[in-house]
């Protein structure tokens, strides 16, 4: 059963995350809050490991959770749940390559869904930064209506991860503004941030 359900759920965050791999943030955000499969603090960790491996974010991701949840057929069937709608549309497209190109009706859907893709896009990308650089817990109530954001220990100083904003800060200017550095491919700095990062947990930062 389990299985089945790895499947449906993946499945549809692969039909509607229009967008690419970081329209799926909120898709997943809301399937962890529904099944109890991760916290939002294991969805950023799974971001992280996504982000810093070989392929699409979005498949990655459902590979995580799906070994995770359901071990290597969990993956196998949660990553197959990902693609799958895909794979209908794409087949779907390529045997009416020439009527889709040109009806007007399907160009204008495809406007209309560039803003839809947008808010996906931003919603996550707040959502990445509430988690990773602020103190803030946004919590569900049971409603499951209303955000509820909560102020994180240590009042207006702690509403901040320091540590976080600093390696922020310092990626932003080595890949901007130091010459020597901001051509070097982007492994260098997420395995300069991987360092940072057990650095910091090592000394308890």
């Not at 392929?55 to 990655?60: D, K, T, Y």
């Not at 991701?61 to 990902?82: D, R, S």
């Amino acid at each position: 059963m389990i299985y089945l359900r790895l499947f449906w759920e993946f499945f549809k965050t692969g039909l509607f995350a229009i967008g690419g791999g970081m329209a799926t943030l909120p898709f997943l955000h809301d399937m962890g809050e529904a099944t109890g499969w991760f916290t939002q603090a294991d969805l950023m960790n799974m971001l992280a490991v996504s982000e810093s491996t070989p392929g699409p974010i979005g498949i990655n991701m459902a590979t995580y959770v799906g070994f995770t949840v359901g071990g290597v057929p969990g993956a196998v069937i949660a990553t197959l749940g990902e693609v799958t709608p895909s794979i209908i549309v794409i087949l779907i497209i390529a045997a009416l390559l020439r009527s889709f190109r040109e009806n007007r009706y399907v160009d204008r859907a495809f406007y209309g869904l560039r803003p839809a893709s947008t808010g996906l896009i931003g919603a996550a990308c707040v959502s990445v930064v509430f988690e990773v650089l602020t103190n803030i817990v946004v919590t569900a109530p049971e409603t499951g209506i209303v955000n509820q954001f909560q102020l994180g220990t240590g009042g207006l100083a702690g509403l901040f991860n320091w540590p976080g904003l600093l390696l922020a800060a310092v990626l932003l200017a080595l890949t901007n503004w130091v010459k020597p550095t901001k051509k070097l491919h982007p492994i260098v700095f997420i395995g300069f941030s991987a360092v940072v990062g057990v650095v910091f947990r090592f000394a308890g930062v």
